[in-house]
Every structure is written in structure tokens, then in C-alpha cells.
């Protein structure tokens, strides 16, 4: 059993800030490859960001606002998004390529969670 948690959504005006976290929860023996997806409504999902290793790669659409990392030590991964603006709004969800101590892989999904940035 993997899963993914979000946590940190909310309600924020334009220009703030929101910081959220994804834990990883079960039998865990590491996590490889995590990204951050967002679906804006009526949109498909889209890529936020990606991170592998100390490799970060960001959508277009957030490039130089947001910001990825991870915490091995307690298996949570955060993006940090900085100068929100309405456009941002979306559920995100949490992605991460996870192993279990006895090695079995799951490509885990969390289950979302809403940003809404007002004007």
C-alpha cells in the first residue's frame, strides 16, 4: 500500500504565496523520480514540475515563479509557488515514482488538491 497526501491548498490573492506538501505514506523504500500536475478546469492535466535528483524541470506556464524539492528523510516533496496569479488556478496533484522496501513500484498519484487565486 502507497499513497500520496497533499496538503497546503487554499484561497490566495494574486501576487501571494503558497507552499504545498505531498507525503508519501506506507511501506516506503524510496521515492526515484516526483512531479507536481495541475488540472485547471476544462483543461487537460499539465506537467507543473519534475524533479530527479537535484534535476528540475518546470511547465512554461510556471517558469521562474514556482519551485520544487523534496525532504528524502521524512519522503515529502513540496512546490513552493511564488507570485500566484489567477491563470494558477487548479486542482494539483502530486506524483512520485515510489519503491517499497521490498522494491515493488508504483507510479503513485495523490488525489488533488485546490489552489484558487483571486483577482
Known amino acids: 500500500q502507497v499513497q500520496l497526501v497533499e496538503s497546503g491548498g487554499g484561497l490566495v490573492q494574486a501576487g501571494g504565496s503558497l507552499k504545498l506538501s505531498c507525503v508519501a505514506i506506507g511501506n516506503i523504500g524510496s521515492i526515484n523520480g516526483m512531479g507536481w500536475y495541475r488540472q485547471i478546469p476544462g483543461q487537460q492535466r499539465e506537467l507543473v514540475a519534475t524533479?530527479?535528483?537535484?534535476?528540475?524541470n518546470y511547465g512554461d506556464s510556471v517558469k521562474d515563479r514556482f519551485a520544487v524539492s523534496r525532504d528524502n528523510a521524512d519522503n515529502t516533496m513540496f512546490l513552493q509557488m511564488n507570485n500566484l496569479k489567477p491563470d494558477d488556478t487548479a486542482v494539483y496533484y502530486c506524483?512520485?515514482?515510489?519503491?517499497?522496501?521490498?522494491?515493488?513500484?508504483?507510479?503513485?498519484w495523490g488525489r488533488g488538491i485546490q489552489v484558487t487565486v483571486s483577482s
Open positions: 506524483n512520485a515514482e515510489v519503491y517499497s522496501k521490498d522494491w515493488a513500484f508504483t507510479n503513485a
Open positions: 524533479m530527479r535528483g537535484d534535476d528540475r
